[in-house]
């Protein structure tokens, strides 16, 4: 469908809307120019139109080229473009990611034909693209998938835009397990397809091998990362057809100025998308590390107000928000067993807890658009004295980010109720930060602390 035929009007019909804006342009977008100035014009004024549409044209190819250099494969979720099934390990890496994240067995990738190029899945609606199951041969060369008339009950998720959750598959008929993806083991389920508001590019497959309903802060995440997914590689594709619009010389600057208006749209959308999973990534990290409270989002929104307390600029406070959303992190990857274990820890499961802030990093790193917070994280762990982790990094050599989240995460915690301990009062927890500013803390971000504090 043309970007004509999407706004429900007459090509005519719009130009009369846009005249009041540029109608000499409009015009000529319509190919009357000769008429116009064969019968009603100057030929000087006509060349000078002309000149001014040329012009225009020049001008908005090098506004898009401008945000497609911005907005580029670098800059997204790198899931598209991929001419070869090698490419396609991403997947499975995303697929593998995401049962540590959701604490579950299994997870399968499955794509529309648009975007499953270099992959050959015959006529079929979806084809597998990725899953977290290790395969001694070449499970591409299999085709595996599903047609449009499948009564599968992931057609069915495809179709209608609705995740869906299984609890116990026996009791319905629409699960077709597949042999080479051992799901006749399956017990329980959930799917969420990967859409934006106007484009649905696949779905994801959870699978577990006993009846499990999956926590609502894993499927909040899921459904994000599903729209995350699809926003980018809608954002991406029409990155590919803006690129072939700035290379075509006949094109008229009215169709520019459309992909202009779409591709600005689909980068409000992605940047939103980003935040939504930025934040349930953060709940769902709370909910694995059996936090009473929203511990990130208060670390976080206390962390903003230091950043402004501060006098930060507005992109190092979001950034700073970001980091202290996701100061924990690595604990997403690991196994919600570890939290809940009332007994000692073996010395592996130590060092896994212990090493979390590092796995979070390696995590965060995948992940190309949330890059600049990494620094921010990985040294939140250091001390004002040199005596921290990872590096012993002191005073000033520690990154400002790293030491607003150090102490707002640490206010936060004092003041927030465990498992193990009772909430401390506001004046207990700010007493113990400041007799430590100067050998834990930054001096300048407790005594912002101090100010924040006594303002509520």
């Known amino acids: 469908m043309t970007d004509k035929e999407e706004t429900g009007a007459s090509l005519f019909g719009r130009t009369l809307d846009l005249m009041e804006d540029d109608p000499l342009e409009e015009i000529f977008a319509l190919n009357l ?21 040329r012009d225009k044209t020049t001008r908005l190819k090098s506004q898009l080229k401008e945000l497609i250099s911005i907005y ?36 399968h990738i499955y794509l529309t034909k648009e975007f499953t190029k270099g992959l050959d899945i015959d006529n079929k609606l979806l084809g597998l693209a990725g899953s977290s199951i290790d395969f001694d041969e070449d499970i591409y060369a299999k085709k595996l998938g599903y047609t449009a008339d499948d009564k599968s009950i992931v057609v069915k998720a495809f179709n ?12 319905i008929d629409t699960f077709i397990p597949k042999y080479e993806l051992k799901e006749f083991d399956v017990k329980s389920l959930a799917i969420v397809p990967m859409h934006n508001n106007a484009y649905i590019v696949g779905v994801i497959v959870i699978e577990n091998y006993k009846e499990k309903t999956i926590k609502r802060a894993y499927m909040n995440l899921l459904e994000t990362i599903g729209r995350l997914f699809g926003t980018s590689m809608h ?3 029409t990155i590919e057809e803006t690129e072939a619009l700035i290379n075509d010389n006949s094109i008229f600057a009215e169709e520019l100025q459309h992909k202009r208006a779409e591709l600005t749209a689909l980068i409000g959308d992605l940047g939103v998308q980003q935040q939504a999973f930025v934040e349930k990534l953060a709940k769902a990290v709370d909910e694995k590390g059996q936090y009473k409270v929203a511990h990130s989002q208060n670390t976080a929104d206390l962390s903003k107000k230091l950043c402004r307390q ?47 802030p590092n796995v979070g990093v390696n995590l965060l790193m995948n992940i190309n658009f949330l890059s600049e917070v990494i620094p921010y994280i990985h040294y939140h762990k250091e001390r004002w004295d040199g005596g921290g982790e990872p590096e012993g990094l002191k005073g000033n050599s520690i990154p400002f980010g790293s030491r607003i989240i150090a102490v707002a995460d640490a206010y936060t915690a004092m003041t927030s109720d465990r498992s193990y301990r009772q909430a401390m009062s506001k004046e207990e927890a700010l007493k113990i930060i400041k007799e430590e500013a100067g050998v834990k803390w930054d001096p300048a971000v407790v005594n912002a602390l101090f100010k924040v504090c006594n303002a509520e």
């Not at 064969?38 to 549409?53: M, Q, R, T």
């Not at 899931?79 to 995303?94: A, C």
């Open 33 to 53: 120019g000769d008429f116009i100035s064969e019968y009603l014009i100057s030929e000087d004024l006509a060349n000078k139109i002309g000149k001014d549409v």
């Open 72 to 107: 580029s494969l670098n800059n997204t979720l790198c899931v598209l473009g991929f001419s070869s099934q090698d490419e396609y390990v991403v997947y499975n890496s995303i697929a593998k990611t995401l049962t540590q994240i959701l604490d579950v067995d299994a997870c």
């Open 160 to 171: 209608t835009l609705e995740k869906i959750q299984i609890k116990d598959v026996s009791q």
């Open 235 to 237: 954002l991406q594709k």
């Open 310 to 356: 501060l006098g930060l600029n507005e992109k190092t406070t979001d950034l700073v928000y970001y980091a202290g959303l996701l100061q924990n992190i690595g604990k997403i990857t690991l196994p919600e067993s570890l939290f809940t274990n009332k007994g000692k820890l073996s010395k592996e499961d130590w060092e896994k807890l212990q090493n979390h």
